[in-house]
């Protein structure tokens, strides 16, 4: 049954350290979203896709964070340098807009914990 | 410093009772609402969603009541088993497509 893959799962690392995110959307979903999940603030939007295009990055932080689509079938989410304070619970979802309705499938996400 | 959590609203009930799940949302041109369950360690699953144009939908075991008046979404799930037990959070569009705002969540404890 379709459904959004996440890589890794699990992600210890060091500060300072570049860490690399990857998200399978479902096939045929054109809007790929990126969350971060963490215990103080709940799920946070980092920035969306459609299309491949980037449609808003406003809750991700510039100088550290990016966030690609180098195809349809894959989006990565980059932290370089990582920070303690990134971590957190990042969740991929997918979407297909039908008029007002945009259903978003998300992800099993991928536990950062940065030292 | 301790650091501080978000404090979810907690429901609790008893194995077969219905239980009533409530969320009020920010927005009142959002057109479209969604339910979503995430157990733990997993990710938000979909549970129901409900277009503005309605005010009741009905899924198995569960339904979404919308009162656009109060800007109020429920949640309610009949016959709650063990298996219910998660955290529930809804969800608005305030735009066609695109974002989503997610209410911070209610969890919900199943007793056996």
């Known amino acids: 049954d379709a459904r959004v893959t996440q890589t890794p799962r699990h992600k210890v690392t060091e500060m300072g350290q570049e860490v690399t995110m990857r998200c399978q959307p479902i096939l045929g979903h054109n809007t790929v979203f990126w969350y971060r999940q963490t215990m103080m603030q709940g799920l946070e939007l980092l920035a969306y896709?459609?299309?491949?295009?980037?449609?808003?990055d406003s809750g991700m932080p510039k100088d550290r964070f990016s966030a690609e689509m180098p195809d349809a079938t894959l989006a990565t989410l980059k932290i370089q340098p990582s920070e303690p304070r990134d971590s957190a619970v990042y969740f991929c979802a997918s979407g297909l807009p039908s008029g007002v309705a945009e259903t978003q499938y998300f992800g099993p996400g991928t536990r950062l914990l940065v030292l | 410093g301790e650091s501080v959590g978000l404090h979810l609203p907690t429901l609790s009930v008893q194995e077969g009772d219905n239980s009533i799940i409530n969320c009020a949302y920010s927005n009142s041109a959002s057109d479209y609402f969604i339910w979503y369950k995430q157990e733990s360690g997993k990710g938000p699953q979909f549970i129901i969603d409900i277009r503005s144009n309605m005010d009741k939908r009905q899924g198995q075991r569960v339904t979404v009541l919308l009162n656009k008046t109060v800007k109020h979404l429920s949640l309610q799930i009949a016959a709650t088993q063990p298996g219910d037990s998660a955290v529930y959070f809804c969800a608005e569009n305030p735009h066609q497509g695109g974002k989503l705002i997610f209410g911070q969540g209610t969890e919900l404890s199943v007793k056996p």
């Open positions: 896709f459609r299309n491949r295009a980037p449609l808003d």
